[in-house]
Nanobody, 128 residues
């Protein structure tokens, strides 16, 4: 199995920046892609972005395109989410997730069903 631990959440003002980290351990060799999802109060969990460990291909939800950047450090088994120009609508619990499925198209990894392991989440609050 793969264990995922998110960190870096906190309180930030509108327009500010925050960097989240997701450290993976365990059977990390089985992980093909890593995704970030978020869940705001009263809303369903939604896709934010994902990255492939090999090659580093990325994809972003329209709501965060141009503001968020996902990256990975393969040697450290860590994925990062750099969040800039934060808005109140970005307030949510952010979860990282690991997918063991390979050879799928981009849109496959935008669904939470593609992921096998999930972290506990970290709270991000954007204050207006």
């Amino acid at each position: 199995q793969v264990q995922l631990v998110e960190s870096g959440g906190g309180l930030v003002q509108v327009g500010g920046s925050l960097r989240l980290s997701c450290a993976a351990s365990g059977r990390t060799f089985s992980s093909y892609a890593m995704g970030w999802f978020r869940q705001a109060p009263g809303k369903e969990r939604e896709f934010v972005t994902f990255i492939r460990w090999s090659g580093g291909s990325t994809y972003y939800a329209d709501t965060v395109e141009g503001r968020f950047t996902i990256s990975r450090d393969n040697a450290k088994n860590t994925v990062y989410l750099q969040m800039n120009s934060l808005k109140p609508e970005d307030t949510a619990v952010y979860y990282c997730a690991s997918s063991a499925t390979s050879l799928r198209g981009t849109y496959y990894y935008t669904g939470d069903g593609a992921y096998h392991y999930w972290g506990q989440g970290t709270q991000v609050t954007v204050s207006s």
